[in-house]
């Protein structure tokens, strides 16, 4: 089967031959990134737009390189350079750019369900490229990706997610694409990052992560934001590092061919130390690279259209 | 409202008359003259006045006390582009409301007399019903001072809430529940916790934690209603819940009746009706404060309707225009209008087995104007002539482009519902009719 869908907004929403589909297809663009002139003319005369509301660095830079390197034009829109400042707005800014007849908008949205609404009011595909806490699904295929090329399968595989469950996109879209996928889930982290009910989405919950690491085959490892302490959810950055911070000697009871991954950007010293971010187990930077595939697989198979 | 310039006479033949202020629900004539309810009985011969009487078959039909809806949003003075005085009633006869409280939210805040007269003028010439302006607890709803209820009262006032906004400081509650008995004001209280409730837009639960958006526990509300149930006990004030929805807080209010503290209760329809599922396609339409919340809360609501727990249904009609609602989910604004489908939302619970129709009229009419202590809602023999006919049995799709308010922010729009007014009375004149 291959993918018909005019939009892509979230993981829960893809069967399971969908998702093989955009893997597969990211697996064979892979090579493209490597050869001396990284270009194809497959998308030549489409126009991506992208919409980003929120910070970026790693995403924007992923699809922008992404779209250009299938010969795509593509112009950015930053939220701050935005006129959502003059006031204008959302549904404003899309009917507007979208009278110049874009192909695809990428969009990043502080505000869940952004995307979504973007996607019934424009004929256009829209990618959502993270939308509040509720889903970044590239980053998910990413992820899968690179465990697919250390792990070579996902079937069965324990997948440990840590830290600040609650606020976290990535968590989310990771639960549902790894659950469909077979792996089993756990989130492990303090109570008050671990949002209620969440094991109805399929995750097993753990607070204790000596537990979980002696099983796991993959550990992602949330970014915490400093604010969190000002939110009353933490007491201390200190406290969350000493017991939910991946250090070396947290890894010495997992087993040896564990990989450590990160969606970046990474608090050195706070939900990883630098010894395990820059370790043998770290496959953090092979998910940047896989990013950049995973991306010109999903503009491909939505501008294609 | 003008005086009536058509205030002939009816005679209603042979429908269902359901009267809650007297437990009356059995077949008979009514007979209107002059403004007044003139006389019930079945076979009425109506002698010398059948001339001048309008004569209308009621078969079918009930003929009820004019609904009374405590707690709707006219948003004049200071947003007109969102109702008026004039569409809010409009909107109000069309289903089936012959008296609304409005609540003091407006701009500037109902909190003075000047503003509460204003209100009652414009009512009195451009509305179609009843206009009972609620005013404010607190000056501008800031939560600090005590607005002057002695004279809001004389203007015209008859309860007091800062509805919107929760009244955070517990002294100021005290203070307001004592001070209104000063002037028997009934105290209305929007119940939440912002500290808990705070950056919330949903229920929080399993759908909250799947799309990501920030919940709302259904703590945040009862504890509100747990201290205030404690300062009405204290101080013997007379506490109105508004928008009731969860469970927790009926069986609070259950339990605070049983142990005689002076409180009542009202919910709206949505609470009754939706669940925070239908968020899930991040449609502003469904986001409104208290949220819809799961199954489980309505199934207690209903049970708190069923069972006298809670007193009243009351709309909560919050008109808000594109501007407010065409918006990502986060930035909408709360609310839902209502005054055009309460009813047959209501007659969903009857048709359910939830409560009869003498309890559904009740809660829609005599119990409201019994907590607000205004004399409607009866169909008493000299009482005001305000009724409303209703055909329990019409069949018809919820379309917001027939709506009489001003606003289309309704989440009903294409529900296929049974029963609507098709007749409504106000002071003996003909205010609506289909």
Not at chain 1, 10 to 37: C, F, P, T, W, Y
Not at chain 1, 105 to 119: D, E, K, N, Q, Y
Not at chain 2, 169 to 190: C, G, P, S
């Amino acid at each position: 089967m291959g993918f018909n869908r005019k939009d892509l907004l979230g993981i829960r929403d893809l069967e399971v031959s969908e998702i093989e589909h955009i893997l597969e297809l990211a697996q064979s663009l892979k090579e493209i990134n490597m050869r001396a002139i990284k270009k194809v003319p497959t998308l030549r005369g489409k126009t991506v737009i992208h919409l980003f509301y929120e910070p970026s660095t790693r995403t924007r830079t992923s699809f922008d390189i992404a779209a250009k390197r299938l010969s795509a034009d593509t112009y950015s829109i930053a939220g701050s350079t935005s006129s959502m400042v003059k006031g204008e707005t959302l549904l404003d800014t899309l009917k507007n750019l979208e009278a110049m007849r874009p192909d695809v908008f990428v969009v990043r949205h502080s505000a869940s369900g952004a995307p979504h609404m973007l996607a019934r009011n424009t004929d256009a595909s829209v990618i959502n490229a993270g939308d509040g806490m509720h889903e970044h699904p590239s980053q998910a295929l990413l992820d899968m990706l690179t465990i697919i090329e250390h792990k070579k399968r996902l079937d069965g595989l324990n997948v440990v997610i840590v830290g600040d469950i609650f606020h976290s996109r990535v968590a989310r879209s990771n639960i549902w694409g790894l659950n469909k996928m077979g792996a089993k889930v756990t989130v492990c982290g303090p109570t008050t990052l671990i949002p209620p009910k969440i094991e109805t989405m399929g995750a097993q919950v753990s607070y204790k992560l000596d537990q979980c690491l002696a099983d796991a085959d993959v550990i992602m490892v949330l970014r915490l934001q400093k604010e969190r302490q000002q939110q009353m959810l933490l007491p201390s950055l200190r406290e969350y590092s000493t017991y939910f911070g991946i250090s070396p000697q947290k890894l010495a009871k997992t087993r040896p061919d564990v990989l450590i991954m990160h969606p970046g950007p990474i608090n050195r010293g706070v939900e990883i130390s630098p010894e395990v971010a820059d370790g043998p187990y770290s496959v953090i930077l092979d998910q940047v690279t896989n990013g950049v595939a995973v991306r010109m697989a999903l503009l491909y198979l939505l501008a294609q259209r | 409202m003008q005086p009536h310039e058509n205030s002939g006479a009816f005679i209603f033949r042979n429908g269902r008359v359901l009267d809650p202020s007297r437990t009356i629900d059995r077949i008979a004539d009514v007979l209107v003259v002059d403004g007044r309810i003139a006389e019930i009985n079945a076979g009425l011969d109506i002698g010398g006045i059948s001339e001048r009487a309008r004569t209308i078959d009621a078969t079918g039909k009930w003929i009820v006390p004019g609904l009374i809806d405590m707690h709707v949003h006219l948003r004049e003075p200071g947003e007109e582009y969102k109702e008026t005085i004039a569409s809010g009633t409009a909107a109000a006869v069309a289903g089936g409301f012959t008296g609304i409280a409005c609540m003091p939210n407006t701009h500037p805040v109902n909190d003075c007399a000047a503003i509460t007269q204003f209100i009652l003028e414009r009512a009195k010439y451009y509305g179609s019903c009843r206009v009972f302006p609620v005013a404010a607890i607190s000056r501008n709803l800031e939560g600090n001072n005590l607005a002057e209820y002695g004279e809001l009262r004389d203007a015209g006032a008859i309860a007091v809430s800062d509805d919107g906004r929760p009244v955070v400081n517990a002294l100021l509650m005290r203070r307001a529940l004592e001070y209104a008995q000063t002037f028997d004001l009934l105290v209305i209280a929007h119940s939440e916790d912002p500290t808990l409730s705070g950056g919330g837009l949903m229920n929080e639960g399993e759908i909250s934690t799947r799309i990501g958006l920030r919940g709302i526990p259904n703590a945040a509300e009862e504890v509100m209603i747990a201290r205030d149930l404690l300062l009405a006990e204290l101080t013997g004030g007379r506490l109105h819940i508004a928008h009731v929805s969860t469970a927790g807080s009926v069986h609070l209010i259950r339990s605070a009746k049983s142990r005689g503290i002076s409180v009542t209760a009202e919910t709206a329809p949505h609470y009754f009706t939706l669940n925070d599922e239908l968020i899930s396609g991040f449609d502003p339409v469904y986001k409104v404060n208290p949220p819809i919340r799961s199954l489980k809360d309505i199934a207690a609501i209903k049970e708190g309707l069923a069972d006298g727990t809670l007193d009243a249904i009351a709309s909560d009609h919050a008109p808000h225009s594109v501007v407010e609602k065409d918006l990502e989910f986060e930035f909408a604004a709360n609310g839902m209008i209502g005054l055009e489908t309460s009813l047959p939302l209501a007659l969903e619970l009857v048709r359910e087995g939830v409560i009869s129709p003498l309890q559904a009229i009740a809660k829609m009419s005599f119990n409201p104007a019994a907590i607000l202590k205004i004399p409607f809602g009866t169909l008493r023999k000299g009482a005001p002539a305000d009724l409303t006919i209703i055909d329990p049995d019409l069949e018809y799709v919820i379309d917001v482009n027939r709506f009489r308010s001003k606003s289309r922010n309704c989440p009903f729009h294409g529900r296929a519902v049974k029963g609507r007014a098709i007749m409504t009375l106000v002071d003996g004149r003909l205010a609506f009719s289909e």
